[in-house]
């Protein structure tokens, strides 16, 4: 079946710009995950949907960051004035209801570059 | 806090060689322990992972690992390695809050020498 899928794949904006990045998890999956991943890094929590409500979303690294899941399956993942600090790879989980013993299926990420 | 430290960056091993990379993590409870491999241009495979029972747990591709509780260690080992296992390796312990979200190590690159 379809794995987590996350568009587009590589996006080059300019400093201040808006932009939005796309993640469609796997059919059925309740829970949806938003990470970031630094050149040299692990990537690090950002966000976490149980179903089209945002549960967890301590790891947002400012107000400039913000998500959604209006029908508790894609999910937008919107970063306004962007900044050169921004670029990473955000990547994309999700898994069947969030519980302890799921495994989280990533995307291949999208590549963000900020000039 | 809950934190991973995977110390080595870089390894290098000769195909057919034995592997072991290492992983310790700082919590205070029993952890979810995972972990993951990262190929160029693919997204984070989940090779196994470890909640509780047994402290060796099998995985995919001939994977292998070991939660030791003394040592806050789960290295991961694989008998034989092929050249198709060079990647990086991501070790991450779950959180045990609502979320379970994933808190990973910075990665070991495993390059494969012919």
């Known amino acids: 079946g379809a794995g987590v899928s996350q568009t587009p794949s590589n996006k080059v904006t300019e400093k201040g710009k808006y932009v939005e990045l796309r993640c469609d998890p796997i059919s059925g999956h309740t829970a949806l995950y938003w990470y970031r991943q630094s050149l040299g890094q692990g990537p690090e929590f950002l966000i976490y949907f149980q179903g089209t409500g945002a549960a967890d979303d301590s790891g947002l690294p400012n107000d400039r960051f913000f998500a959604v899941r209006p029908e508790g399956s894609v999910s937008t993942l919107k970063i306004q004035r962007t900044e050169r600090g921004d670029s990473a790879v955000y990547l994309c989980?999700?898994?069947?209801?969030?519980?302890?013993?799921?495994?989280?299926?990533f995307g291949p990420g999208t590549r963000l570059t900020v000039l | 806090a809950q934190s991973v430290t995977q110390p080595d960056i870089h390894i290098t091993v000769s195909e057919g060689a034995s592997l072991e990379l290492r992983c310790n993590y700082s919590y205070g409870a029993t952890p979810y322990l995972f972990w993951y491999v990262q190929s160029p241009g693919q997204g984070l495979q989940l090779l196994l992972k470890y909640f509780s029972g047994d402290t060796l747990v099998q995985g995919i591709k001939g994977f292998e690992a070991e939660f030791k509780r003394s040592q806050s260690s789960f290295n991961l080992r694989k008998p034989s390695v092929h050249w198709s296992d060079a990647a990086e390796y991501f070790c991450a312990v779950g959180a045990r809050d609502s979320s379970y979200k994933l808190i990973f190590g910075s990665g070991t690159r495993l390059l494969v020498r012919p």
């Open positions: 989980a999700s898994s069947s209801d969030g519980g302890a013993g799921d495994t989280q299926y």
